[in-house]
């Protein structure tokens, strides 16, 4: 079966400007979290989304960014107003929750650039 | 809270030699532990993962680890070591109940031909 998969795979875009990066799980893991991951840098954790419950927001670093998801299908992450420090890849995995013991699974990333 | 260290930047290893990646974490109860691998423009793969029995465990591509509660470790290993071996390693941890990982910095291998 489709792996995790994110759109676009690249963004180069201003200083200023907004940006929406898309994730569509594998099909039937409930569980999904965003990550960014700087250059030579390990992963800082962003959301995660569990089913219908309220989302854990804790990671993320400022009020310019938000992140949705409808139901347990696609997410999109947004960063308003983007920063020269907000280039980074931005990974997004998904789970199988029903058991404790599934790894996460993760896309390809979208590799952010702001000029 | 749970963290992970991974002691050391980079490990260099001729091709054929073993590979050790070191791994220590510190978690409040009993820790579910996960390595992935990152090749260069790509995600992270899962390898291996140790929940409980055996505390060696194998997995993807001739990669094992050995979980030491004494120690509270778990490295990564594979007896003799490919060029194409060469990647970015990541150790996790995790708790029962506790859907968030993890993550070590990273250690970069190198495997020298």
């Known amino acids: 079966g489709a792996g995790v998969s994110q759109s676009p795979s690249n963004k180069v875009t201003e200083k200023g400007k907004d940006v929406e990066l898309r994730c569509d799980p594998i099909s039937g893991h409930t569980a999904l979290y965003w990550y960014r991951q700087r250059l030579g840098q390990g992963l800082e954790f962003l959301i995660y989304?569990?089913?219908?419950?309220?989302?854990?927001k804790s990671g993320l670093p400022s009020d310019r960014f938000s992140a949705e998801r409808t139901g347990e299908s696609v997410s999109t992450l947004t960063i308003q107003r983007t920063q020269q420090e907000d280039s980074a890849v931005y990974l997004c995995a998904s789970r199988f929750s029903g058991t404790e013991n599934q790894p996460q699974h993760f896309g390809d990333g979208t590799r952010l650039s702001i000029l | 809270a749970q963290s992970v260290a991974q002691p050391e930047d980079q490990v260099n290893v001729a091709e054929g030699n073993p590979l050790t990646v070191k791994c220590t974490y510190s978690?409040?109860?009993?820790?579910?532990l996960f390595w992935y691998v990152q090749y260069p423009n790509r995600g992270l793969q899962f390898l291996l993962k140790y929940i409980t029995g055996d505390n060696l465990v194998k997995g993807s591509y001739g990669f094992e680890a050995e979980f030491n509660k004494s120690q509270t470790s778990f490295h990564l290993k594979k007896p003799s070591a490919l060029v194409s071996d060469s990647a970015l390693y990541f150790c996790a941890v995790r708790v029962y109940g506790n859907n968030r990982l993890a993550f070590g910095k990273g250690n970069q291998v190198v495997v020298i031909p």
């Open positions: 978690v409040s109860g009993n820790p579910y």
């Open positions: 989304f569990q089913g219908n419950s309220a989302p854990d």
